[in-house]
């Protein structure tokens, strides 16, 4: 294998890494989100108050997800980008390639 197609190994998978991050962090806000409107909707059907709808509570998970997610994949393939810049900057301080 040479240099240059393990650095371009390298940076596919800090992007799916970076993309298998942003899928986690939004399933778990949205997942959260869902928990949680469960739970007010059986407090409020129990105290006999109206129903809740989940288009309130939907919204804002999703956009919140949305940006947490980018921000957690995003750091992760910016590490990976910089720690691939700097291994392959050391590597041809070194001579190598």
């Known amino acids: 294998m040479t240099p240059r197609s393990r650095v371009r190994l390298a940076v596919i998978l800090w992007i799916t890494l970076g993309i298998i991050v942003w899928n986690v962090v939004f399933d778990h806000v949205v997942d959260d989100a869902t928990h949680r409107f469960v739970l007010d909707t059986t407090f409020a059907y129990r105290a006999g ?48 390639s």
């Open 49 to 96: 108050e109206p129903f809740l709808l989940i288009k309130d509570y939907m919204p804002a998970a999703v956009h919140r997800g949305v940006w947490l997610g980018t921000v957690a994949g995003g750091s992760v393939v910016a590490v990976g980008l910089i720690a691939i810049a700097a291994l392959r900057w050391r590597e041809t301080r070194r001579g190598r």
